[in-house]
């Protein structure tokens, strides 16, 4: 009997390696997860322990970072969808930038002591302690955003590269397992330690992130690629903008993607300061908010595997219109009912699987949608709008919360707004695919009928 293969451009794979492929890249999501956690969850309790306003968390973690985002992601991913080189057009984007994304994640969990050192030995007399650390602390983030840029978007576009299409659906479900698995043990196992041991959880994730991020990036092997099209625009940059725009801003499926991604992004402004709900709000220890982020991330996991089959079932963009629907109804409800430790995990655990289900069906819309030769200049693209809305919205979300007088659970209002508004460019995905299928069908048919004639 003849083993089943698997192809993806030039790769394929047997059931072995197969195996093999999956397992570097889920270990790579692991650590990645575990890495990505530590900003969000720790800069801020950090930053607010050293006098930083909510507008000010919001500035320095959010929008300053997504500014970066937005002016340098179209450039490194137009690059990598360029670039030809022996170990692939992706993986040396990955591999080159870990070891200083670890430098500077140690320097900002160190930056406490580096700032009173600072502090004591040569500024003094130019601000307090507090000041040294805030500034320092701004700067080393700045250096981490930066450089983890380039894992962030790339590493995404590696795996539509040598994932199989016909396996995507299912892979990506075991993907966001692991994930919400990350997510579980931050939550669970290290956040309860954030209050008296915080440097010392960035020092173990960040040794462990690039240990087992540059093993990963030697284990997964690149395929071979066509040369890529003439450079029409040449070095000119206008030349080069306005051809950017022109290709990845012309059809209406493609601005719907964008604006969807945008819009959910603000989730990831309004998480910056979510566990102020329970801390501030509801009086509740680290212990707990960590127990409750932990244990919403676990119980998120039978979202993702019933996520993973309604894809292959139902398609990504109902899945993802359904759980649009499902978080702004769950975020406005929270807002009125969480007054309590049990409420707060309910509603928190809800309101996880909602964003797992969205998730779910999201990269796999990108694959559907994005054309594969230019998969990372389109997804750049993606990012550049989803940033304009960030760079706004970081800022804007910690001055809503400082107007409404630190009352941390308005953030659900907030979020319940715009996710309800992600239900208009569903929409039209779903109505510019459904002419696209239509389009596709007709071609097929005359095709067809060009054969038979050819043969009568």
Aim: with cysteine.
């Amino acid at each position: 009997m003849k083993e089943q293969k698997w192809f993806v451009g030039t790769l394929s794979y047997d059931r072995k390696q197969l195996v093999k492929l999956f397992a570097w890249l889920l270990w790579g999501d692991f650590v990645v997860m575990l890495m990505m956690s530590v900003m969000p969850q720790l800069l801020p309790l950090s930053l607010k322990h050293y006098g930083a306003s909510n507008a000010m968390i919001g500035l320095l973690v959010g929008t300053i970072p997504v500014a970066i985002n937005f002016i340098f992601n179209p450039i490194i991913s137009t690059i990598s969808d360029r670039h030809r080189g022996r170990s692939g057009r992706r993986l040396p984007f990955l591999l080159w930038p870990t070891p200083i994304i670890t430098l500077f994640l140690l320097l900002v969990g160190y930056a406490p002591q580096l700032g009173e050192y600072c502090h004591q030995t040569f500024f003094s007399g130019l601000c307090d302690r507090n000041m040294m650390v805030l500034i320092l602390t701004g700067i080393f983030v700045i250096g981490y955003q930066f450089f983890n840029l380039f894992v962030a978007a790339i590493y995404w576009y590696m795996l539509a590269d040598v994932v199989p299409s016909a396996l995507m659906g299912r892979f990506f479900s075991m993907m966001r397992l692991v994930s919400q698995l990350a997510g579980f043990v931050f939550g669970k196992y290290l956040f309860v330690y954030a209050e008296h041991y915080m440097s010392t959880i960035y020092l173990a994730i960040g040794l462990l992130y690039l240990v087992s991020f540059m093993a990963m990036c030697f284990g997964v092997k690149e395929g071979q690629y066509p040369p890529p099209e003439p450079n029409l625009a040449g070095l000119n940059p206008l030349k080069w903008l306005r051809e950017y725009f022109k290709t990845c801003f012309k059809k209406p499926e493609y601005i719907s993607v964008f604006c969807l991604t945008a819009l959910f992004n603000t989730w990831c402004a309004a998480s910056l300061l979510f566990n102020f709900i329970g801390l501030n709000d509801l009086h509740l220890s680290y212990q707990a908010v960590g127990e409750v982020t932990g244990w919403g991330a676990l119980a998120a996991v039978p979202a993702v595997v019933l996520g993973g089959w309604m894809v292959d079932r139902i398609g990504a963009t109902k899945l993802t219109f359904m759980a649009a629907g499902f978080l702004s109804i769950t975020a406005f409800a929270a807002f009125f009912f969480i007054n309590s430790y049990t409420t707060y995990l309910i509603f928190s655990i809800m309101l996880f699987a909602g964003i797992a289900f969205f998730q779910i069906g999201q990269f796999p819309m990108f694959v559907e949608v994005f054309p594969k030769e230019k998969y990372g200049q389109f997804s750049s693209a993606n990012a550049m709008v989803a940033c304009s809305l960030m760079m706004v919205n970081n800022y804007g979300v910690g001055k809503f919360v400082d107007l409404m007088h630190d009352q941390y659970r308005f953030l659900l209002l907030y979020l319940a707004v715009f996710w309800s508004m992600m239900l208009i460019p569903l929409v039209i995905i779903a109505v510019e695919q459904n002419k696209n299928r239509k389009i596709k069908t007709i071609s097929e048919l005359i095709v067809e009928n060009e054969s038979i004639a050819e043969v009568i």
